[in-house]
């Protein structure tokens, strides 16, 4: 089946930026809707944003509107979500999913999560 990995996270300190990645391993993203979620320790998965399978965006999170981006290289079979302004509430794992060319359509495949860890 679809296999996902998501790399970039780390600690940084608020004010920062990070860059991450999700790739697809010997599968082509091109036919796939991407998003990306976050969870909290206690709290519920939200999802950040999601882009189709032809470059359309849909931003779900007030939160991080006007600091977190997501975009797609199809050459690349890769995804990003580039998070800027990063504070200390942005702390979470965060997660890729795929789903049939539309955002709105069942995530049936999910990255293992890397962790974002925002702190002075």
């Known amino acids: 089946q679809l296999q996902l990995v998501e790399s970039g996270g780390g600690l940084v300190q608020p004010g920062g930026s990070l860059r991450l990645s999700c790739a697809a391993s010997?599968?082509?993203?091109?036919?796939?809707?991407i998003g990306w979620f976050r969870q909290a320790p206690g709290k519920e998965r939200e999802g950040i944003s999601c882009i189709t399978s032809s470059g359309s965006v849909t931003n779900n999170l007030d939160s991080v509107k006007g600091r977190f981006t997501i975009s797609r290289d199809n050459a690349k079979n890769t995804v990003y979500l580039q998070m800027n302004s990063l504070k200390p509430e942005d702390t979470a794992v965060y997660y890729c999913?795929?789903?049939?060319?539309?955002?709105?359509?069942?995530?049936?495949?999910w990255g293992q999560g890397t962790q974002v860890t925002v702190s002075s």
């Open positions: 010997g599968v082509t993203l091109r036919y796939y809707a």
């Open positions: 999913a795929a789903a049939p060319y539309a955002c709105q359509g069942q995530y049936n495949y």
